[in-house]
Structure formats: structure tokens, C-alpha cells
């Protein structure tokens, strides 16, 4: 009776333990994420006048602005109708991002355009693809082999996709079972390509090798 009673108390212990483990799982993955808007980074800035500006970059795609710390500690802050391009460095993912400023009708009901910040993945002669960062909330349940942990929200960044095509028309990526409408003229091919890599159009760098494939295989 007392080895059983012992073993219920080891037991218990022990999935308390499990539940602590899946709680810090749960928290730190809530904690963990990179967004580059939230920093600083080492980059130029091209005004609509034509100069050149260096600094460290920082920029805000909701309110489209961006803003730039000289050497000498001075902040600017620029709205997007005062900027052509931006790029800086970025130490996380080890890469230069190039941004464009270009009109956009942010509301689907309205036909009036406003300089908007894009950043741009990558371009060809027929279809650039371009996105617009933003974090999300997902609910995350931490898990273990013994238990099932809390649920907690979790933000994450999320690149949200556009095309601009040789018209200059810019559409937003929003239906991602139709990529034949976003891509038109190579629907055989590009599904062969999209199998054979065993790509997902969902997947922002999978997106980026399938835009660069169309835009060679199209000529």
C-alpha cells in the first residue's frame, strides 16, 4: 500500500513537472520572434528629391513612415510621400531588404491610391513580387508526450504578399488556391514546377522561387 501511495505521489510530480515544462515552452515561444520593424538598422534612404541619406533605419508599414538616425544622433522621421526607396541590412536574416515606395489603394471599395511602403522579394521583366510585413496573433498550445499545456497567444510576423505586374497594377496575393489568375499563361508548367520542387504557394520562400521560375519560363 505504501510502494502504491509512493508511486501516485512520483506520478504526480512528475506530470507537474511536465505541465511547469510545457508552460515555459508556451511563454517563451509567445516571447520569441523577430520583427524588423522593431529595430535598428544600418541603411540609405532615397528622398523624393533625389538625396541620398545614410544612418541606422527604422520604419512603420501601418503609418508607412520611416525614420533615420544620422551619426551625429539626429532623428528624421519621413512619411512615404517623401520617399522613394529605402534598404538596410538586416543582421537577422543575414540579407540586404530593398523597399519601394509606390501608389496603392489600401481600400478595396475605394479607387484612391497613396504612397504605400513595399518591400520588394524579388523582380523580373513581367511580375515583381512584393510583400508588407505585419505581426499576427495565433493561439499556440504547448504539448508534451505526457501532457497537454496551456494555450497562449502568440505573435508572429507574417509577410503579406503583392504582385506588380508591367502595368504597374499591384494585387494583393489573397487567394492562394487560384495562383493561376496571379500567374496566367503557364498553367501546366508552373504546376509541374510547383510539384516536382514540392513547393507550397503559402510559403513565402517557396513563393520567391516560383515567382523567379515564371518570370524565366514565361519569354
Known sequence: MKFLVKKIKLYKLWVG??????????FQAAAQYYFAEEHWHQGFLIHNDGDTLRGKLRYNLENDVVQLSTNEGIVQTFSARQILYFEFFDDYYKRKRPFIVLPYAKNPSSNYKSPTIFEVLTSGNYVTLLARERLVT???????????GPTVAVRRPRFEPFFLYENGEIRLYNDKKELSRFLPGMDERLNHFIKQNKLNPDDIADLIKIVNYYNQAIR
Open 17 to 26: 513537472l511536465w505541465a511547469c515544462i510545457g508552460l515555459l515552452s508556451a
Open 138 to 148: 495565433q493561439m499556440v498550445t504547448a504539448t508534451s508526450p505526457y501532457i497537454i
